[in-house]
């Protein structure tokens, strides 16, 4: 199912090389203003082409509103919003259809739906879709008053130093994987529950939404694993539940503490590195070696952070919705 | 919500003093067998007292059916089982009532309800509804037919060697954490979807669920972020999608590959250590040390791996149901 | 499934004929005083026995709470409460199995699940559960302040007058149905919303949730289609949108429009009727004459009245807390 | 919310009046065709213009694809179609907007969402949303082989004879309502279940969402209140289930049981008018006669057959795929 969140729905819709991608959001307060130039610095952080190691495809990635918005506000009904796909070449995925490509859901997404699927640029399966992730974001970060959520990028191939790690791609001629922090400053205690609402099990589940992503953890996370129990341990300072350390990561028994909110993703490295590979040939029945052409990110973690602000800021204010922290109506 | 899944719907509820915990399953095929015995094993592997480093308390920990079983097997309708408590010692927890426990949920459920949450044993937040969840699991598991889920302690406070390791936290008179991993061998392709639905996505959902896990990771997890491309890459070898290795942990795209499923949890060390440590004193208002009583596990990692099993039995079990590939009539 | 709502979920289980039938009711607000007296009346009035034409079955029938009360408030956290089967002789049935009774699920039951289904009673499908729908609608009833919701008898074998209608039943040796009218009166305009969840499709999805009813029509129902428009339609009169009719029965466009609320619904003559019919035997294969023995009501629509009122409590509180007008924490 | 179903979920968006209306269904099967002038025959059923009482407001309505589909067919992704709105006259509803129209939701959504929502033409109240729904419909039909789903008006205006009763709106230079009945058949025993997932609760929940519809009965419905027992009581004839009679209109204990599903619903007469009316001037603050211009049907029944066949399809569709008796994958 391509649907989540209790008051506020997600769903999200479209293909790599199909008419558009798009999302409507279900559940949105009314009143909310959503100018056309307030999704543009988000869309443009997740967007391929200005950084080194990103793919060129460039789209132009403006929302176009189906539904939902009326006099630039927000109205209460499903808002609708797509992006159409215009620059995809679609030709570079045909030639080397033969191989199902490792990493990718080319053979799992064969298997599932008995070759019917769209194959083309990972069809459905696409990184493309995260532009509907982010834009979504955007308007869940409005509705988070008070509330900062950043997303920053911890290390790349092994590397604290960006570039450096970068560099080992390129030199290599392969792609690398990353590290991603995301940080919540300003979330009130009280939001998620034990067990299945727990913050925790959330933002997981979001955050596995987006391609590509292997690990998370929060506060000490593993490294917790390791600790003892009083060096873990947060001790309480006040009423309001400050504490002196947060290896918590500001979630205890699923409930926000009030504390910064802290995590980290994993982040493979692309799959469609430059260089040669080996897989199964579904014509000839043997395995071999080829090649991945088409346009490619030599680390798909660098376009991550806006990608995990957004999926952060979607469950997080349905979560304070579900806490009438944020009102119904917008004034 | 106390409620998780699909087509095969968990739902649980009980405290650790009240008079029992419980668990609903509702969408059940009709026809599977649960004999009592059956579920002795995994509740006795989640129970304390058996090991060096868990808690003394003991209950009978035998499901008690209310509803959905008859002549001893399932009968599509909600099948509800509950353990009673009977071994609760209340008083020790109204002694320390003034200080809400670090790592416990205390503060923030006294935040989130208002006052009003039963603060007894941690009520509802205790790690006492896990039975639940074991139980359900046992149920799950017998759903898998041919699939087996097994988890299994790959370290305890930081040593490989489990001994040690509780001998560490003994010498410390402190707790540890640990990580325990998850495999899972015959799961067919197709389980899952991409975004939402990934297996990713639902197990980090449940496992999240369990108290005390602060991070997860499939496959390479969070070494993936530190590998090449083609390091990372598992090489596809058939049409049935097998690979040559396994970084992808046995789910590409969101979707079981067929390979073995992988993934590892990271446990934080219990939260009630033995050692005097410090909180906001509610009565006094400053902050003063004081001593955790009661009875608690040295190492609450040791109880995991059942219920991490138990929880994945369960996720698979609802996926391969809307796979078509578990029946709604066992027979 | 057995379960309902989106932010107050409804969960039930139990059979006729097994230990005990229950409910758990997810995403009640904490601090809500749930004294065993409030739950008399509602559940007397269900219980059959006191009146000419109802069972002479009588369980004690109060609620056993199994979670989420402490202090005799919510806590916040699910609340079960279950209720025992005392009073069950199962010979009454077994008798008789032979024939699949018509009116009943045993047939389609048998069908569905593979005769696995506990066939005692009506099993899962008995009318028994409706308790659980009760006792929750109690609860249901409390987070209403200020609103008032109360089901009456209309007709009954076609009479209104009641003992009327129930003397034609005990005259002709059968059983009869009846109409039952529930009004709301209290209820702030808002709640609901176009479409799926319009107060219409939430209140009839509950209401047909209820053993034997068959039909439900808002305001002027079925009357409407036979009516002029400028007849139908209710002139609105202020800012607060009273009307000077109400043939809508208080809902427009699927939302409250603040008016009072009113709804009928249609319940069949009870199916176990004491007059000879006829079955297809299972035994003989054949279709045969054979007498429902056992005991039952003359007319079931006489005990729907709480129970309809319970499921539009349930059903309102749900909209309510989405529209953010009961609060979390009840002071 | 604006989304319905378990496994086949559909998602809808757009206004009257913006720029286009829209509708995601999640959980296809893949590989199911489907050539566009599938489409065409209930669109057209939808459609004013053709028949004597029907808006003469005409789109093209034809179905754009955003996604979901590839060379023809379902790829098992989510499949967007959108109906963009091209022939609007918002200045019809300009000039009235003094006028919260009776009948319509006009005041309830401006309290419900504080004035945000979009007024013109409904908005996304406006039964132009429900070309979705239809087109939505033609795909649930197709996998729904071997059952036919048929809606036909049983009567306008009180009168069995179509045109006489829309004569007698013409005469009056109002507008009526109407009945109309949706039978099936080869449905086969065993979808849907007893309480919330009963085939009566899912289909009336279905039914109410399209506007207009304010009753629905199955089987003998109301009648069957004024019927003794043994005269409503269906005896079943066979192992299959069939019945002598059919009162129950195919459903027993929420269960279809094979025989034919029937069920009807009233339809209020058209709210705008075309005779002046009367409501509260939020201008003026006084209550004052009105006209409602603009474009209208004299019956909107006359449309609500292919509506109520979509939605009827789309409910049986998801308790088919839940059976298992519907394929994930169409060959």
Partial sequence: MNQFGRLLRLSIFGESHGPAVGVTLDGLP?????????????LERRKGGQQKGTTPRQEEDRPQFLSGLFNGKTTGAPLTMIFPNSNTRSADYEKIRAFPRPGHADL?????????????????????????????GVIAKKLLRGIAVEARILEIGGE??????LQRAIDAKDSVGGIVECRVQGLPPGAGGPFFDSVESLLAHAAFSIP??????FGAGFAAARMFGLEHND?????????????????????????ELVFRVAVKPTSSTPKEQTSWNRETGSVEAFSVK??????????????????????????????QKIPNIIS
């Fill in 108 to 136: 799992v997404a064969a298997q599932k739906f008995g070759g019917h699927e769209d194959y083309r640029g990972g069809g459905h399966f696409s990184g493309r879709l995260t532009v509907c992730l982010v834009a979504a």
């Fill in 235 to 259: 001790a309480i300072l006040n009423a309001e539940g400050q504490t002196r350390t947060n290896h918590a990561g500001g979630v205890t028994g699923g409930i926000s503490t009030g504390n």
């Fill in 30 to 42: 009314a009143g909310l203003a959503l100018p056309e130039e307030d999704f543009i610095a988000d």
């Fill in 212 to 217: 590509a992503i292997k690990g998370i953890e």
């Fill in 294 to 323: 088409g346009r490619h990110d030599l680390c798909i973690a660098l376009r991550v952070p806006p990608v995990l602000e957004a999926v952060t800021a979607l469950v997080l204010a349905d979560l304070l919705l579900q806490e």
């Fill in 160 to 165: 604290p130093d960006i570039d450096k790690g």
